[in-house]
């Protein structure tokens, strides 16, 4: 059946085939050219708005599609697959403003942001180990959420960026099709880059020839590459790859291809160990920061509710499982208990385990470490967890579990799904003295985007002075663009989160260059059309903020910097 049928052709009977079929396939597909073949068989952007009996269900089928591809974290895939050449996929042009549409109306506001999507990432101090004596995880905030997209994609010229990835995605790929994407657009010096592979060696390469060896691409390639383009290369260092050698090996890339944007890519199957590896380099190479992407949550696969250890077993089992995987400083540390086992069922692990807790409370004041722990070494049975302790653990223990979820937004609309009607009220079910304003800024902002105004306002109190300003503009009715407009660049996150500035138009933004507000935006939202119009409107030394390394005189600082820390924010995390 030919997807340039006219829509009066398509029956209910083929429609429901047609779900069945896409929603099928949606769950395998992840490689960009079988994303495009998913593509090809679904309705078009004509078909989309044609007066048709069909164009709900039409609607009803994309929305399963940008559900699914959300969910998985191949969103931004499937977007960027249908924001190419119609002709190359044979797709409609405004397919691509109905999807960003639909996906911002039913998958962005209605269920969580696109947490797991294939661009976003964390910006990580590089010092964060020395800042904090013993701390085992990266400083995941959700204030620090950025886009690989914008941050690599849209600074030209050489420069060294560290990629800590636990997300087990193809970066060079991803990266090439941003290039597709950012080729189209009309910015004065911008010239096309081709992103290239290299996997470390024991030795750097230490001529031409020796680079083409070292290139996973074709060197056929690479030889017949078009001069006139810029050169981008992912260096990945492999599991063990020693840092100082790493180091070595970007200087040797940098001095062989000087022109060269290098990714020193960290790909790990635990956030933490990418991190700490990136952090080393970091601080090897001068960096003051890395960017870390955390692996995209799978659903177990054995969701059974039987108890997998004895009775009051569950909580020393998980401490040993824990410190056997490389965790340290836990409480209730038993030498005798069986870890454990890897096959235990998340949910009727974390009914056990609760239903311990709240009749012993054997780790005290220490629950907070050994949740963090879980969040890093068992992540298998971190959102089961997360969901028992806000749905049945006690009060006010009940804070611990809301703290950890409070570092992304992800986690805190997981968190107060799972509590219901059950939500903590500050000063009564948690005393106020325990409440920290970037715990009450989470709750906040997501009981708003659940549309749960009056129980945010129970929290407001205790949230930072950017919060509670934010709510204040929601409640007076201002319009998201006449906000942006004059917000500092942390209200605008702000508003981001409580999905009221989230679809702001940059470039209907009066004079939006010059608000930080929009270099928020800019710094958190992928490569979109509005994006497009805001950059190609930049001047020579605005368009440099993008690169972070602006250096113009004392007068021209005091408007910059408003700027670039719009876009680069200050690296300072809640305590």
Known sequence: MSRNQPSRLWTDAELEQLRDQVLLTAREYREPDKIRELVSKLPSGHDLDADTKWNGTAREIWRDVL??????????????????????????????????????????????????????????????????????YPPVHEHLRCRLDVRIGLRRGPHVTLVADAADNDLRSALNRVEDRLSRWDVPRWVPRTWWSMVAHSAPPTNTDELDHHLVTESADWRRRDETEDIGIVLSFPDGYPMPSAKKYIDAIRSRVPNAAVVGWIPRTRAGDAADSAAD????????????????????????????????????????ALLEDGAYGLPGEDRDALPLPDDAPPRGFARQLVEELNAEDPWKTAEYEVLAAVREFRPDLFPALLAECAAKR????????????????????????????????????????SIDPATADAVVLGLVRRGDTATAGLWVPYASVTVAHVIEALHSGIDATAFVHDATADQTVAAMRANFASAVD??????????????????????????????????????????????????????????????WPPLVTPD
């Open 281 to 320: 380099l970091a601080e090897m190479t001068g960096a003051d920061e890395f960017l870390l992407r955390l692996p995209v949550p799978r659903s177990p696969t054995n969701r059974g509710m039987r108890r997998p250890v004895h009775d009051g077993g569950a909580h020393t089992a998980l401490v040993a």
């Open 67 to 136: 559900t699914n591809a959300n969910s998985r974290g191949i969103v931004d895939d499937l977007l960027i697959v249908v924001g190419e050449d119609p002709l190359s996929v044979g797709i409609h042009n405004d397919l691509r403003l109905f999807l960003d549409r639909l996906y911002r109306e039913n998958v962005e506001s209605d269920s969580r942001p696109a947490a797991t999507a294939t661009f976003d990432a964390f910006r990580i101090p590089a010092s964060y180990r020395r800042q904090s004596a013993g701390i085992q």
């Open 506 to 567: 940059l470039s209907r933004v009066p004079n939006g260059r010059v608000r930080p507000g929009c270099w928020a935006v800019l710094a958190r939202r992928g490569i979109t059309d509005d994006i497009r119009a805001f950059v190609e409107q930049l001047d020579d030394q605005l368009r440099r903020v993008l690169e972070g390394t602006v250096a113009p005189s004392l007068l021209e600082e005091e408007s910059i910097t408003p700027l670039r820390n719009g876009f």
């Open 394 to 433: 006690i009060d006010p223990q009940r804070l611990s579990s809301l703290r950890i979820a409070a570092r992304t937004d992800e986690d805190m609309d997981s968190w107060i799904t799972a509590a219901g009607g059950r939500l903590p009220l500050p000063g009564t079910d948690i005393p106020s003295r």
